[in-house]
């Protein structure tokens, strides 16, 4: 079975700011590991993902992920926030299951 | 844009009805999904087509049906609907298959009343 556990539902965070919105999975095989982003009434849009290799994965909007096999994690971070950052993030896996399967999201809102 | 459309954007309907949503994956794309996403399940995957053929079901109930056609869009089958059934029903695509990334569509949202 596999299975993703997103940490914080909600993340408040003043513009500018750091993040970091947590992500830790389950699976008895390799897995890939993506994020995604949902912005209010659209769906959902590819962040970034790991494959294989560089354990540091960069992605768009200046987001970046770490995958960390020993602690079963894949934290996304972005160094500066801004306003339109505010969406939900969807943390997702695909191991043995040998399907995606998503964690509950967390809602990242940006504070001005 | 992902590239990925759905119809309709909306559909309204009562206890008892029997809907079909309906996908046309990217240009290219041999792969459909289908997930349900809502506020006390989050997103599901349901099914997935590849070229076709059923590849993989996952939460899909036994009312739910999905087939793909040979110009490669989907159809997903919703009967006999309870309010339950309430919710968001987006269709992805992918070149391949499995840990491919899969593109979304803007989804279709459901209410049964």
């Known amino acids: 079975a596999q299975s993703v556990t997103q940490l914080d539902s909600q993340v408040p965070v003043f513009e500018e700011a750091p993040v970091e919105l947590r992500c830790n999975y389950s699976?008895?095989?390799?897995?890939?590991l993506f994020w995604y982003v949902q912005y209010p009434n659209q769906g959902l849009q590819l962040l970034l993902k790991y494959l294989s290799g560089s354990t540091l994965v960069k992605g768009i909007n200046g987001f970046e992920a770490e995958f960390n096999k020993s602690q079963t994690s894949f934290h996304l971070r972005k160094p500066s926030v801004h306003i339109s950052d505010t969406a939900e993030y969807f943390c997702a896996v695909y191991g043995s299951a040998r399907q995606l399967t998503f964690g509950s999201g967390t809602q990242l809102t940006v504070l001005p | 844009d992902s590239g990925v459309t759905q119809t309709p954007k909306h559909l309204i309907t009562a206890t008892g009805q029997r809907v079909t949503l309906r996908c046309s994956p990217r240009s290219g794309d041999l792969s459909v999904y289908w997930y349900q996403q809502s506020l006390d399940q989050g997103l599901q995957f349901l099914i997935h087509y590849y070229n076709g053929e059923e590849r993989a079901k996952g939460n899909i109930l036994e009312r739910f049906s999905a087939q793909q056609f040979p110009d490669l869009h989907s159809e997903l089958n919703l009967s006999s609907l309870e309010l339950g059934d309430s919710a968001l029903y987006f269709c992805?695509?992918?070149?391949?298959?499995?840990?491919?990334?899969?593109?979304f569509g803007p989804g279709t949202r459901l209410t049964v009343l």
């Open positions: 699976s008895s095989v390799s897995v890939y």
């Open positions: 992805a695509s992918s070149g391949g298959t499995g840990s491919d990334t899969q593109y």
